[in-house]
């Protein structure tokens, strides 16, 4: 009697693809004290993903957070971070042309915004003018070099750097690439936009990749770093 054929073993299935959790590889909770929600879901899904490419709307994007950077001079990033909502309604989502084009009122009025906490941007006439020039300082810029992202990213020559620190004791305030970009913005008239400024700025656009390397936040960004810039 012919003997039974073995059924065929079934391919095991795939494992699926793990979501990194707010949760997971929290070492950004003591270098930057992030522990609310928001906090983290920004380190574990935007800090150090580069943010370049063609278009207006990576522009804006650098545009905007020059500007938060800027604003966070002398307070914590924190501050900042729980009125990202309020900056982007007040200044018509960074859109360059048209901040470029508000008026001296327009300064005015947002001093005059009513609101408290995260419903109103730090009430700093400074800073809220900066905001105003440097767009038109972005916008120059781009026109001599094709964009504001290629201004910017010429600073660390088109490519993001990919640290390799142990630990977050390890990463720097400021580094030779944002003391050059600091002193040309400065050149350029450009408003707080000092070294330590320019750093953090790098760091939150992806110029560099300062998570830790044994972090799944350092592995997540990496491997987007390899895939768009090879």
Not at 42 to 65: A, Q, T
Not at 188 to 200: D, I
């Amino acid at each position: 009697m012919a003997q039974k054929r073995p059924a065929a073993r079934q391919a095991a299935p795939a494992p699926k693809r793990q979501k990194l959790k707010a949760s997971e590889g929290s070492w950004y909770e003591a270098y930057a004290g992030a522990t609310a929600d928001y906090y983290k879901k920004y380190m574990d899904k935007e800090w150090g993903v580069p943010i370049h490419g063609p278009g207006r709307s990576r522009d804006n994007k650098l545009f905007e957070m020059l500007s938060l950077e800027g604003a966070q001079a002398g307070l914590s990033w924190d501050c900042i971070l729980r009125k990202r909502q309020a900056y982007r309604r007040a200044f018509d989502h960074f859109d360059l042309p048209t901040v470029a084009a508000y008026s001296p009122k327009k300064v005015n009025l947002l001093m005059k915004s009513p609101g408290s906490g995260s419903e109103v941007i730090v009430k700093n006439r400074a800073k809220i003018e900066s905001v105003l020039k440097n767009a038109k300082l972005c916008l120059e810029a781009a026109e001599e070099y094709g964009s504001f992202t290629k201004f910017l990213w010429s600073f660390v020559k088109g490519k993001p750097k990919v640290n390799r620190w142990k630990t977050s004791k390890q990463i720097p305030v400021v580094t030779k690439e944002a003391i050059a970009m600091s002193k040309e913005l400065k050149r350029r008239n450009f408003g707080f936009v000092g070294p330590t400024v320019c750093y953090a700025l790098m760091q939150s656009v992806g110029m560099v990749n300062d998570h830790p390397v044994n972090t799944p936040q350092w592995k997540r960004v990496n491997a987007i770093v390899e895939r768009r810039f090879g």
